[in-house]
């Protein structure tokens, strides 16, 4: 055989080494990218579910926010079936008013949560829709804050004048708490 068709013969070999090489390669790629692929797919759907279960929980601490805020104005409404005076039915209707904050706060720290999760499982909308509930609970957390404050001022004005100076304490102590909050949130 002269040289230039040993040269072919080899070249082919090599072209079909190469080419063996090259397709094992491709297949063991393939492969991988297969399995991590299953694997990226269980991790995404156990981030979806750990999403909705804190988007679950969120929405019920919205809900009972709503309701200590509901209450807060029943408060008033007490006034005819209770005995009790106009200072004790404003400090509770700040009282009420300071719980649907820490719902609203704690809503809003799930919803994070929940953001956090969808992102991690892909789902973009659901996380822009957890994002935009925590700027309202946490608007609304600061509302509520402020409606407090304006309750418990007025409970202290009224124990001023019937000269309860232990209550007026008290109200005075729940004003400092709910500025104290509203100061952390910012």
């Known amino acids: 055989m002269n040289l230039n068709s040993r040269r072919s013969i080899l070249s082919r ?5 190469r080419m063996r090489n090259l397709l094992s ?3 063991a790629v393939s492969l ?3 399995f991590v692929g299953y694997g990226f797919a269980a991790q995404s759907s156990i981030s979806m579910q750990t999403a909705e279960r804190w988007d679950d929980i969120a929405t019920l601490r919205l809900e009972m926010a709503r309701d200590h805020e509901t209450q807060a104005g029943n408060v008033f409404q007490e006034k005819t ?3 009790l005076d106009t200072g004790d039915l404003l400090d509770r209707a700040g009282d009420e008013k300071f719980l649907a904050a820490e719902n609203y706060l704690i809503a809003s720290q799930q919803w994070d949560k929940a953001a956090r999760a969808y992102f991690a499982a892909g789902a973009a909308t659901e996380a822009r829709k957890a994002r935009e509930n925590i700027e309202f609970t946490q608007a609304s957390a600061k509302r509520s804050l402020s409606d407090g404050i304006v309750f418990h ?3 202290k004005e ?3 004048l019937s000269k309860n100076l232990g209550k007026k304490t008290i109200a005075l102590d729940k004003v400092a708490r709910n500025l104290e909050r509203l100061m952390e949130m910012k």
Do not use: D, G, Y
Not at 13 to 17: D, E, G, P, S
């Open 13 to 17: 070999r090599l072209t079909k080494a």
């Open 25 to 27: 390669v491709a297949v």
């Open 32 to 34: 991988s990218c297969i």
């Open 81 to 83: 079936a209770n005995s």
């Open 153 to 155: 001022m007025k409970a």
């Open 158 to 160: 009224q124990f001023e």
